[in-house]
């Protein structure tokens, strides 16, 4: 198959970017449980940061050096006139790395729409008070909608059910999501690629982020104090009772989020000794600087001819 410059140039990107986030998706992966549990020894904000990282990580990696360093090298060692046959092993890495980002954006943009209408319903048929929108809703909706200025929504049925106390403890669960942008961690999350298409590898990171981001959430909300903690662990728990109907969006933070952690989540609050503050107990450096590592690693390796070359060779075996 004969292409132009240009096109041989977005294969070889392509490809390499697949060969490269799946070899590092499946060692992720493969170590998910590990992390997961190593997260449990650090405060849950710091445990819910650490999950994020490692879950873009493989994609962070694999752009990184295809812009530092393949697409450099191609563009200094390839001579420009000239055509060249692609591999049918290349072009089906490349179609397999347009297949995974399709469907990552995909499923991103869905998110997106489905918050976005959810926001206009709700602001449609509900009315705005100080804190939040009122809705109209035979179930009980509590929930934080948008990712730049997201908003607060409410249903009038737990309004009128949760004392004040536990009110105004589920309205600060709330908050915190929205100080911790993570309904756009979430959106981040979305996009990023699966390892292969239709075959995630990540589910345990995702769900570990999604429990110890309740957890920071939660802990934020009482902020040590055991009244705000047993007021919203009876929030909690009442809300529960009342049968929440399921998530309208992948981007709204509700005050159950799925109700897979319900439970640790209420020792959790019941136990001062879990809301009481951590200290020295943060991901190590190595996570932060490995990452910068990488990018100035990357950036001083592309200034090298000799790593330039080795990389076109490593193309040139590809692309045959």
């Known amino acids: 198959m004969n292409v132009s410059y240009i096109l041989r140039l977005l294969c070889l990107s392509l490809a390499s970017f697949f060969l490269i986030h799946s070899t590092v998706g499946l060692l992720v992966s493969w170590l998910s449980s590990v992390w997961v549990r190593f997260a449990l020894r650090v405060t849950p904000r710091a445990a819910a940061r650490f ?23 191609y563009l200094w060692l390839e001579p420009a006139a000239t055509t060249e046959d692609i591999s049918t092993w290349c072009l089906a890495a490349a179609v397999l790395a347009v297949a995974v980002w399709g469907i990552s954006i995909t ?32 179930a009980p909706v509590l929930g934080l909608a948008g990712i730049i200025h997201p908003e607060l929504v409410m249903s009038q049925k737990l309004l009128s059910a949760l004392p004040k106390d536990q009110l105004v ?40 982020w999604a429990k110890f981001t309740e957890w920071s959430a939660d802990d934020r909300a009482v902020a040590g104090n055991s009244r705000r ?21 992948a981007l709204v933070a509700s005050l159950l989020a799925d109700g897979r952690d319900l439970s640790a989540r209420v020792d959790r609050l019941l136990s001062l000794e879990a809301n009481a503050p951590k200290r020295g107990r943060r991901v190590p450096i190595f996570v932060v600087g490995g990452t910068v590592m990488l990018v100035v690693g990357a950036i001083a390796a592309a200034l090298e001819p000799v790593t330039l070359q080795s990389v076109h060779q490593l193309l040139e075996h590809l692309v045959r």
């Not at 918050?115 to 709700?122: A, Q």
């Not at 961690?185 to 589910?203: E, N, Q, S």
């Open 229 to 249: 903690s047993l007021s919203l662990a009876a929030a909690l728990v009442r809300v529960a009772r009342m049968n929440p109907a399921p998530e309208s969006s």
């Open 107 to 138: 499923r991103a943009a869905r998110a997106l729409v489905g918050s976005f209408c959810y926001i206009r319903h709700c602001k449609k048929v509900g009315r705005k008070t100080a804190t939040a929108w009122i809705v109209e809703d035979a």
């Open 51 to 73: 999950l994020l990282i490692l879950r873009l990580f493989p994609p962070m990696v694999a752009l990184i050096l295809v812009a530092g360093l393949c697409v450099p090298s």
């Open 169 to 208: 403890a589920a309205l600060r669960h709330e908050r915190a999501h929205g100080v911790s942008r993570d309904n756009l961690k979430r959106l981040l999350i979305l996009l990023a690629p699966d390892v292969f298409p239709y075959f995630h590898g990540f589910t345990t990171l995702e769900r570990g």
